[in-house]
């Protein structure tokens, strides 16, 4: 089955303990992307990828970072998290440029740091 | 980049059809309109895109206005599983593809 996965779905941590999402698909796309979601905000890019080796940021990239070394794989690090990064979070993918319209998003990790 | 005005919310009784409608006055001519939805927290989903063509596939139809600055999302036969926050995009050019606004959306809520 086509799909993005992410994990953890759940995480409660702590100020400071740096964390790391994972996010996977396996449909061969070239572009992902991480958003996040916040009440009254709406869905925001953090960062995204157009292929392996090339990442760039979005709109709300502080306090994340990124790394695409591998095709599937994209994961979302914050090395020092902070209350306020507190939210929904999202991964997506995309098959290029062509298709980049039509994002394949994963169920969602929703992280609380305390 | 082109920006959306959607409703805040609307309501619709099951089994009718649901029109959504999304104003973008300031699209340009090689961006196209496209709409997701996202139900309760879920991840976002494709619903369907086009540029100045009316669209329809398994889910929903698209119909854009000639000269390009509105659209309406039509659900012909809304069930209640259709309650969820409507997202009408206008996807950026490709040197400018970092900037996917998903903005407010609708809240559609399908009553019995």
């Known amino acids: 089955e086509a799909q993005v996965t992410q994990n953890p779905r759940y995480l409660i941590t702590v100020t400071g303990k740096k964390l790391t999402v994972t996010c996977s698909q396996n449909?061969?796309?070239?572009?992902m992307s991480w958003y996040r979601q916040d009440p009254g905000l709406g869905l925001r890019q953090i960062y995204y990828s157009m292929n392996v080796e090339v990442t760039d940021k979005g709109d709300v990239p502080e306090g994340y970072k990124v790394s695409r070394k591998e095709k599937r794989n994209f994961p979302l690090i914050l090395e020092s998290p902070s209350p306020n990064q507190t939210s929904l979070y999202f991964c997506?993918?995309?098959?290029?440029?062509?298709?980049?319209?039509?994002?394949?998003f994963g169920p969602g990790t929703r992280l609380t740091v305390t | 980049d082109a920006k959306t005005t959607q409703p805040t919310s609307m309501d619709c009784a099951e089994g009718r059809a649901a029109n959504l409608p999304c104003n973008h006055s300031?699209?340009?001519?090689?961006?196209?309109v496209y709409w997701y939805r996202q139900i309760h927290s879920q991840g976002p989903q494709y619903i369907i895109h086009?540029?100045?063509n009316n669209e329809t596939n398994e889910m929903a139809s698209l119909i854009i206005t000639e000269d390009r600055k509105s659209s309406t999302l039509i659900l012909p036969h809304a069930t209640l599983r259709d309650t969820a926050v409507y997202y009408c995009?206008?996807?950026?050019?490709?040197?400018?593809?970092?900037?996917?606004?998903f903005g407010s959306g609708t809240k559609l809520n399908v009553k019995p």
């Open positions: 995009i206008v996807r950026p050019p490709l040197y400018n593809f970092n900037k996917f606004y």
């Open positions: 997506a993918s995309s098959p290029g440029l062509a298709g980049l319209g039509e994002q394949y």
């Open positions: 300031t699209i340009s001519g090689n961006e196209y």
């Open positions: 086009g540029l100045k």
């Open positions: 449909m061969n796309h070239e572009y």
